[in-house]
């Protein structure tokens, strides 16, 4: 009996920073929210700019304009947040617009080492007739000791 071939398509939360496009498969976000007030988390690493508070949940929020290596820029009420889950933990990140759900064809997916050689938090490029989408991998968005650090904040406030 043959068994149904796997699905193709590839899932994407799509969103915008700086006027550039990524993604996030669809299966690790959990949903967009407006933009909060986020409290400061002493002691946490550089890249978190502190904690909101969903349904009880204290959630880091975590800087991706640093990560890529852009300025830090205050977000305003226009900004949303992307509420997503590493293999570790519930993130939110603030990004410019949040676009919506596309699917693309697996077959286009490109290793991001074949185009941009060092581009470790991008797991795939997908080349769309209006421009590149770089589809971004959570589990490299922090180093260990980041990781250790945001947990030992974490911990703190806790207490």
Do not use: K
Request: with cysteine; proline share 8%.
């Amino acid at each position: 009996m043959n068994q149904a071939p796997q699905s193709s398509a590839l899932s994407l939360v799509l969103f915008v920073i700086e006027g550039q496009r990524y993604a996030l498969p669809l299966p690790a976000v959990e949903r967009a929210l407006p933009m909060a007030a986020v409290c400061s988390l002493p002691r946490a690493p550089a890249i978190a700019l502190g904690v909101i508070n969903v349904h009880g949940q204290v959630v880091p929020v975590l800087d991706i304009h640093r990560r890529f290596g852009l300025p830090s820029r205050p977000f305003g009420v226009e900004a949303h947040l992307l509420l997503a889950r590493t293999s570790r933990r519930t993130v939110a990140f603030p990004v410019d617009e949040a676009l919506g759900v596309m699917e693309v064809s697996r077959e286009t997916l490109v290793s991001p080492e074949a185009i941009l050689p060092g581009t470790g938090h991008v797991a795939g490029i997908v080349a769309l007739p209006d421009g590149l989408l770089f589809i971004y991998d959570l589990d490299t968005f922090l180093s260990l000791e980041e990781e250790r650090q945001l947990t030992e904040a974490l911990r703190e406030t806790e207490s």
